[in-house]
Nanobody, 112 residues
């Protein structure tokens, strides 16, 4: 059984910052790729950022230069630092781990 538990969502004004965390537990290993996806109402879930165990990253074009993904392999925890937030970043953010594991989601709302 694998569990991914997100934290750190909330309401912030445009231009502000938030940091999301995702703690993994259960039968998950530090060599799993992990990442973040998001889904806004009426839209498909989309990739935000991913990180491999070795630290290689990839980002959606819309967040490059504003968001930073990182991970602590010892704790099987992944983070998403979100700066210069925009109203269009408003979504439910989901933690993901290779093996098709998903967290329950955390709401991020950016007010204009």
């Amino acid at each position: 059984q694998v569990q991914l538990v997100e934290s750190g969502g909330g309401l912030v004004q445009a231009g502000g910052s938030l940091r999301l965390s995702c703690a993994a537990s259960g039968s998950i290993f530090s060599f799993n790729a992990m990442g973040w996806y998001r889904q806004a109402p009426g839209k498909q879930r989309e990739l935000v950022a991913r990180i491999t165990p070795g630290g290689n990253t990839n980002y959606a074009d819309s967040v490059k230069g504003r968001f930073t993904i990182s991970r602590d392999n010892a704790k099987t925890t992944v983070y998403l630092q979100m700066n210069s937030l925009r109203p269009e970043d408003t979504s439910v953010y989901y933690c993901w781990a290779a093996g098709n594991f998903w967290g329950q989601g955390t709401q991020v709302t950016v007010s204009s």
